[in-house]
């Protein structure tokens, strides 16, 4: 029942769009297009506050693949993004090796930190999910703290390679590449993610997930999907933090701005879409970055706060709804 109900409502629901395959290569496209301006025309500012966006971009959608996608809010969001970050500063001082290998590892840490939270938390609904997830914030904190390992409470200092891979002119730019490609690759992940089967499960999930299991709806393997890949990118978010600012300390990998940011971004822009958080988090990160340099970064969370109340009242579907509602 499972299989050929999801695959009739794939059959039905299904309008023109473009398929996997082409926006895969237009996310390329997009991608190297995006490199090529930053390499022809970027300062390190621009590598910096371009970074600061896409980092925004890949952790926004990650949160949405299980929060917007499945409806499962996940408040922890800053613990996922800090297990990538300090993935990159144990794997690089244990084995020696450069980002593009930790941001793998950091994958894989991070899925399994994701499947595992899936596993103790199947049976949670709603404020007791969120509020599991909070506490996995918590706890993994207090563990980086103790770890002297990777700096414990004194943080951690990270010396950027001499070298910089051709053809960039510094590691900044080189940085900002990567995290283009990130940005691109968690995008067209989350898109071909909403438009395939899991897609359709996790949305019947979503909306009534009694409903869906009585329809014979797999939701706890969902359910576990949804957490790993999730965990999986947000993870790959925080990797390349080390290499930004060349120090880390768990007060700021653990930030309250990430989980902020990581749900309120998909909320501005529209849950449910992979358009949705890509449009939040570019509209948020870049206010935020003209704050930081006009006026302060204490005001970010403010700003932050202020837009959402903004679109909760005036677009409670965000941006992307509001088009919808107008079309």
């Known amino acids: 029942m499972s299989e050929t109900a999801i695959t009739a409502m ?4 299904a309008p023109r769009r473009m398929s996997h395959p082409a926006f895969w290569l237009a996310s390329i496209a997009a991608a190297l297009v995006a490199i090529i301006a930053l ?3 970027g300062s390190e500012y621009a590598y910096f506050a371009a970074t600061f966006v896409l980092q925004y971009v890949v952790l ?19 613990a996922f993004f800090a297990a990538g970050a300090y993935t990159t500063v144990a794997i690089g001082k244990a084995l020696g090796l450069s980002l593009l290998p930790c941001i793998a ?7 399994a930190l994701g499947f595992g939270t899936g596993i103790l938390t199947l049976r949670l609904r709603g404020a007791y999910f969120a509020i599991a997830t909070l506490c996995l914030s918590v706890v993994l904190q207090t563990l980086v703290v103790n770890w002297d ?10 010396i950027r390679p001499r070298e910089v891979p051709w053809p960039f002119d510094s590691y900044s730019g080189y940085l900002c590449a990567i995290m283009v490609v990130l940005a691109a690759a968690s995008v067209a992940i989350a ?17 009534d997930e009694a409903a869906a299991e009585a329809a014979g709806v797999p939701t706890l393997r969902l359910k576990l999907v949804a957490t790993t890949i999730s965990g999986a990118m947000m993870a790959v978010a925080g990797a390349p933090l080390p290499y930004l600012g060349s120090y880390v300390e768990p007060n700021s ?21 992979w358009a949705g958080p890509l449009i939040g988090a570019i509209l948020l990160a870049s206010l935020q970055q003209a704050a930081t340099v006009t006026i302060s970064s204490a005001a970010n969370l403010l ?19 509001l088009f919808r509602r107008r079309a």
Do not use: K, Q
């Open 191 to 207: 898109r071909s993610i909403e438009t395939s089967r899991l897609g359709l499960g996790l949305a019947a999930l979503r909306d």
């Open 303 to 321: 700003i932050v706060g202020v837009v959402l109340v903004v679109f909760v009242c005036a677009a409670p579907h965000g941006i992307i709804g």
């Open 39 to 41: 390499r022809a025309f």
């Open 253 to 273: 990998a653990f930030g309250l701005a990430y989980a902020v940011n990581a749900i309120a971004m998909p909320l501005i822009g529209g849950t449910g879409s």
């Open 105 to 111: 590892f950091a994958a894989a840490v991070g899925g």
């Open 149 to 158: 390992y990777v700096g414990g409470s004194r943080g951690a200092y990270v």
């Open 10 to 13: 794939a059959a039905r629901s």
């Open 60 to 78: 926004a959608t990650a949160w949405n693949i299980l929060g917007g996608y499945a409806g499962y809010v996940n408040f922890g969001a800053a």
